[in-house]
């Protein structure tokens, strides 16, 4: 009678457990569908949040709203200043308010500071970008951004005071003799030789290189920057400050201001300024590659590259990618360019007929032909402060060799500390 008894205690307390308890007949399918609705949330977030240039950022405004009424995904365009994203982005990333794209002229070092996550792209969508952009920002065979814009320098001239683009650095030369009036804000040749963008291809051109190569490997303990070439190129520029031609102190604001304001010759600028430049001085306005060196050679600008990177804190990396896609699709380029003057990095835009047509944009595609990308290494943050020290210092006649042996070690000591 107890073993009867106990037997049915244990038969009911089963039944109550199985009553209490959950309901484990579909369990595997309930998981997968509750997985799959978590999936989709991640998929398709509320919002998205954008650094943008500030500038920009109107414009780059305008076109997210069409990605917001084609997804229902609402985008916050947050406008940033590049120089100031990256040293942002390490402090607000892991707390939770960074980007999930931010605008960025290259690869740099963000992808060894951990900035960036890889992108999946589809081929096909690789395939519309324009040469060597998608490499751009690219590293180690993992892509960490789409391009928007590639970009050279090239020279604005004013033809009521040139009436001819000059092909020459001697044709510069004289340009400047015969039009600076310094005491009257008035020059014939000015650019802001302080920025190593826009002085490294006066070395270049006589053959400098930033890091020595071996095979198509960028060497970063081989730095060219000390070079004869290097130097030599130096000299030039430091002739013009000798000479008075260019004073020393010089922006590219104050640069910019006097060309629009109708008191300099020609200038270095980059495709950005094109709309400013022509709203000022309409069909004064011309542009061509920069002159020849005395050696036959163009000066060697950098081919930049500038596009939408993906943040490695981003919750959402496959909407935050097909948002840079967008952004970067022919349409919204086509509107980024009508809207700002920046080269898209569209391969079918840059070969239409309206492009190639536009006598204004006929400088910078010649320019293009003799601009070479950025050496894609991290290294590459260490060369630029340095580089704009020496730059500093030869402007102020101060010697061109010792002054650029400076910035090698200085260069070196940065990269054996923080990229090696």
């Known amino acids: 009678m107890k073993k009867r ?8 307390l089963i039944l109550f457990l199985a009553a209490c308890g959950p309901d484990r007949t579909n369990t595997s399918e309930d998981q997968e569908e509750d997985q799959n609705e978590n999936n989709t949330e991640a998929d398709n977030p509320e919002s998205l949040l954008i650094w943008a240039p500030v500038d920009q950022a109107p414009d780059i405004e305008e076109i997210v709203a069409g990605y917001t009424e084609e997804t229902g995904i609402n985008v916050e365009v947050l406008p940033f200043a590049m120089d100031e994203q990256e040293e942002a982005m390490s402090l607000d990333g892991p707390s939770g308010n960074g980007p999930d794209l931010f605008f960025q002229p290259g690869i740099g070092s963000l992808s060894v500071k ?3 996550q890889p992108m999946t792209v589809d081929q096909e969508v690789l395939d519309t970008y324009s040469e060597g952009s998608v490499e751009a920002l690219s590293y180690e065979g993992e892509i960490y ?7 050279s320098l090239a020279l604005y001239y004013n033809k009521d005071l040139v009436q001819e683009a000059p092909e020459t650095m001697a044709d510069i030369e004289n340009i400047a003799a015969n039009l600076t009036d310094a005491a009257n804000d008035e020059f014939g040749f000015l650019y802001p030789a302080t920025d190593f963008y826009f002085s490294f291809p006066f070395m270049a051109g006589y053959g400098a290189e930033i890091f020595g190569k071996d095979g198509d490997v960028f060497n970063v303990d081989e730095l060219g920057l000390a070079s004869e070439s290097a130097v030599k190129g130096g000299e030039l520029i430091q002739g013009w400050f000798e000479s008075g031609y260019i004073p ?8 910019g201001g006097l060309f629009n304001d109708g008191k300099v010759g020609a200038i270095i600028n980059g495709p950005w300024a094109l709309a400013e430049h022509k709203e000022a001085l309409g069909d004064k306005l011309g542009t061509a590659p920069i002159p020849k060196l005395e050696n036959g050679e163009h000066p ?19 909407a935050a990618t097909d948002l840079a896609i967008y952004l970067t699709n022919e349409a919204s380029l086509k509107t980024y360019f009508d809207s700002t003057g920046e080269m898209p990095a569209n391969s079918a835009i840059l070969s239409s007929e309206e492009f190639q047509n536009d006598p204004l944009l006929n400088g910078f595609a ?6 070479n990308p950025f050496p894609p290494v991290p290294a590459l943050s260490a060369v630029w402060d340095p580089m704009a020290d020496a730059l500093t210092f030869i402007t102020q006649e101060e010697d061109v060799k010792g002054s650029l042996e400076s910035a090698e070690e200085q260069i070196n000591q940065d990269i054996q500390l923080n990229y090696k």
């Not at 020393?248 to 640069?255: A, H, L, S």
């Open 5 to 12: 008894f106990l037997a049915l205690i244990s038969i009911l």
């Open 114 to 116: 951990g900035l960036v």
């Open 145 to 151: 951004g789409l391009p928007a814009v590639v970009e």
């Open 248 to 255: 020393t102190g010089i922006t590219m604001d104050v640069v």
């Open 300 to 318: 060697v600008t950098f081919l930049g590259t500038k596009g939408w990177m993906l943040s490695a804190y981003s919750e959402y990396p496959d």
């Open 366 to 371: 010649t320019q293009l032909e003799n601009a």
